[in-house]
């Protein structure tokens, strides 16, 4: 059974940074992503990853803040995240996808989740 081991996140004020990593030794993935939940609300697209790392989408309302990356040599991802503000708090959590089918942006893309990290920024 592969598992997506996260690390990162945690608390931090608006304007400051966090930096989120996802690893999964000993497997290849095609996309890989981040996905969000906050309190109330649906799962929603963060940020992904196409496998050669050359192709990135992010959702309208992190895009200049924040960056995606991939080392297909560690197979690992991450999420550095800049300018943070309180609507970005939410539990983040990385997926993978063995697939080759289905958009990158799209949950059922993915077959392997991590086990998700908290993030807070407070105002």
């Known amino acids: 059974q592969v598992q997506l081991v996260q690390s990162g996140g945690g608390s931090v004020q608006a304007g400051g940074s966090l930096r989120l990593s996802c690893a999964a030794p000993g497997r290849t993935f095609t996309a890989m992503a981040w996905f969000r939940q906050a309190p109330g609300k649906e799962r929603e697209i963060v940020a992904a990853?196409?496998?050669?790392?050359?192709?990135?989408n992010y959702a309208d309302s992190v895009k200049g803040r924040f960056t995606i990356a991939r080392d297909n040599a560690k197979n690992t991802v991450t999420l550095q995240m800049d300018s943070l503000t309180p609507e970005d708090t939410a539990i983040y959590y990385c997926a993978a996808s063995t697939r080759f089918a289905g958009a990158m942006t799209t949950a059922g893309r993915y077959n392997y989740w991590g086990q998700g990290t908290q993030v807070t920024v407070s105002s």
């Open positions: 990853i196409s496998p050669s790392g050359h192709s990135t």
